[in-house]
């Protein structure tokens, strides 16, 4: 598992509510192995013509966001399917942290296992800091997760929440499923006395 | 625990989570145990995560699959399918068989959408812990148990495990109380706490549906209902074990049998949340305010009742909202202040995990009974079993003889993974779930709507409040 520690990048606004994952990986590319690459996949439909060229007015096809890491959106980002190519998709394009008021909480899950942060920070804020990222298209910002902080392309820091746990598997890059294993015994014996109680299920 | 938190009232969901939790870390997370673990055609991804760390799948006795979004609908023959879809539904055999999974394959009457299968097959039961990858698991949440979707990752972590590590989520309350009016049905009860609490609404909660509405509902009905609490942001949904549910249980193939059933019901009828049990968040809605609804924008959220017109982004809240309205508004190709009833749709699509149920289709008969489609339409079933049980009361001969389409069972236009697509700039009526820009094809118009509200825009060529179809009774 890749890890994540800090991040200092362009951040692109995307000033969308609700920017499910069908927007983010459409569902005809998702029968593609994981090992082709969803650079392109990412925000597909949103990103490209009919014929494949680009949207000129699509924020990420702007030249000024060319090396966005970090992606600003309005509340509720990830909602819907919980397909993690959305996931894969932000992740090979580059980006590395997502900053929103609100997610999708599978989505926000998915994120973790991949090196994709996600930071929810109060609406209010956000909408400050897209607006002050429209106003100097490929402005920095940085996310410092050992510190919980975001500076905001105004020079204002704010501070974020996250799982303590999810936080130590992300920086150091480590995977839950190894950590779980290493608590077999103890889901062994919880298993016999349940199935005890419950010989149904 | 302190004895504290065992003798104060608790809620469905703080029985159901208290139960399978294994251990609980002092920063707060939970390692869950598994009751039942469903798999489909898009779980290939995740065997693959396995099959690289060299882990079997720990408990093949409580994992099972169907194949579902992938499935061809026009016919069973998958080797018309295109190559790339039949490599999804293929795999899933090679992977199940190798694993020892149960699994409900194409040609087998059993086979349909996952989360139709798992309550027919009686599968998911009262007070389990159910995950699947595929956010509308919590469905499930419909018979009493803790369902809810999850990622590829989080798949293979349970194959490998059986276990989950989860953040305590708040719950939320949603009490429908009083009596559902005619030509309302559980559909127009979420579409209305949908566009009453946002598609963000529920973020970070279980919702737990309660009141007397919802107790009157068949499970049918509550399946419905808690099929979409994701559209509302929702972890899971769930609706307390009653004898309603019990009834429905009762013989289901997987169900328990015998001394073990009489064990199981004594269990179930303990799990409704306390009198006094205490929820992060309460919502009440009266059910008489509820009409049939049918959305207009690009989220679940944006429903209105049919009697109403399509909103003015002008006089949206904020900007960002008005924007949003603004873009959902072109998308859909609608003209803010027009009657939702003068909309004219290209294309009807009856199915879906929402609403492909046999209750749902001899509704929709009886609307379309004596008419006729006037646009392509078509009926998908939402399991082999659902499609025998409406040609056995000949509902198939009535879709049909309306020009319907009738169609083998699969995800099928929700999602038009299968190649059942609606074509850019179409119309369509659908009782899917997801009114998502893209959702049923490219540039597709997507509308959502109960079943009985999809066959009467099939037989009028337009959304028409299904009321002025009904007879008096
Ligand atoms: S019917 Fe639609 S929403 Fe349900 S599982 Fe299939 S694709 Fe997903």
Redesign the pocket.
């Known amino acids: 598992m890749e890890k994540f520690e800090r991040l200092e990048a362009v951040a692109a606004p995307l000033a969308m509510l609700n920017v499910d994952t069908d927007q983010i990986t459409p569902a005809r590319f998702l029968w593609r192995p994981r090992r082709d690459g969803y650079a392109r996949i990412l925000f597909h439909d949103l990103r490209f013509n009919d014929d494949g060229s680009e949207k000129p007015e699509f924020v990420l096809n702007r030249p000024e966001y060319r090396q966005a890491r970090i992606l600003v959106a309005g509340r509720n980002f990830g909602c819907g399917s919980s397909r993690e190519h959305a996931v894969w998709a932000l992740h090979d394009y580059g980006f590395r942290a997502v900053i929103a008021p609100s997610f999708g909480d599978i989505f926000f899950n998915n994120s973790f296992k991949h090196g994709l942060l996600p930071v929810v920070l109060p609406e209010a804020r956000v909408g400050t800091i897209l607006d002050a990222l429209q106003r100097s298209p490929g402005a920095r910002m940085s996310v410092d997760l050992e510190a919980q902080r975001v500076v905001g392309p105004d020079g204002v820091t704010d501070t974020f929440a996250i799982d303590p746990f999810r936080k130590r598997l992300l920086l150091e890059g480590l995977d839950d499923v190894g950590f779980t294993l290493s608590c077999q015994d103890e889901i062994a014996a919880f298993e016999r006395a349940y199935e005890r109680e419950f010989p149904w299920i | 625990m302190s004895p504290n938190e065992t003798s104060r009232p608790r809620t469905l969901f703080e029985k159901i989570w208290f139960r399978h939790a294994i251990r609980t870390r002092e920063d707060g997370a939970t390692l869950l145990s598994i009751d039942r673990h469903l798999i489909h055609d898009g779980s290939r991804a995740a065997f693959q995560f396995l099959a690289e760390r060299g882990l079997p799948l720990r408990r093949p006795d409580r994992t099972f699959g169907t194949p ?2 992938y499935v061809p609908t026009a016919s069973r023959d998958l080797s018309r399918a295109e190559p790339h879809r039949r490599e999804m539904v293929e795999d899933l055999q090679k992977n199940a068989r190798a694993a020892g999974v149960t699994l409900f394959d194409l040609g087998d009457a059993r086979q349909g ?3 139709v299968v798992g309550p027919e097959q009686g599968i998911s039961q009262p007070g389990m812990v159910i995950v699947c990858g ?1 956010s ?1 698991t919590a469905t499930h949440g419909a018979l009493g148990a803790l369902a809810f979707g999850i990622g590829a990752s989080e798949v293979s972590h349970v194959m490998a495990t059986q276990t989950l590590w989860q953040a305590k989520p708040k719950t939320m309350r949603i009490s429908i109380e009083g009596r559902l009016g005619k030509g309302v049905t559980a559909k127009d009860v979420i579409l209305a706490i949908i566009a009453k609490i946002g598609a963000a609404g529920g973020t970070g909660h279980v919702i737990e549906y309660a009141g007397s509405a919802i107790r009157s509902l068949g499970i049918e009905g509550r399946l419905t209902i808690c099929n979409m609490s994701i559209e509302a942001g929702a972890r899971a949904g769930m609706v307390a074990p009653d004898d309603t549910t019990i009834e429905y249980l009762a013989g289901r193939p997987y169900a328990p049998k015998g001394a073990n059933w009489d064990k199981a019901v004594a269990y179930w009828r303990s799990l409704p949340s306390d009198e006094g049990a205490v929820f992060d968040r309460e919502v009440v809605l009266d059910a008489a305010e509820i009409a049939p609804m049918v959305t207009w924008g690009t989220s679940p959220e944006d429903a209105a009742p049919i009697t109403g017109r399509v909103p003015d982004p002008a006089a949206a809240p904020s900007a960002e909202r008005r924007e949003g309205m603004e873009r959902a508004l072109a998308y859909m190709g609608l003209t803010p202040g027009m009657p939702l009833s003068e909309v004219a749709v290209d294309r009807v699509f009856i199915g ?2 929402t609403n492909s149920r046999i209750a749902d289709l001899r509704a929709a008969a009886k609307i379309v009974a004596g008419r006729r489609a006037v646009v392509p339409a078509m009926v998908v079933p939402g399991s082999g079993l659902v499609k025998a049980q409406a040609e056995a009361e000949g509902l198939d001969r009535i879709f049909r003889d309306a020009g319907f389409e009738w169609r083998d069972a699969g ?1 099928s236009m ?2 038009g993974m299968n190649g059942d697509l609606v074509a850019a700039g179409e119309r369509c009526a659908s009782t ?3 009114n998502f820009v893209g959702r049923q094809g490219k540039g597709a118009r997507t509308h959502l709507l109960s079943p009985i509200m999809a066959a009467a825009a099939a037989v009028t060529g337009r959304f028409t409040d299904v009321r002025r179809l009904m007879g008096d009774a």
């Open positions: 579902d979004h959408i996952v989360h595929d509308h879906s995990c995800c929700c999602v899917s779930n997801r």
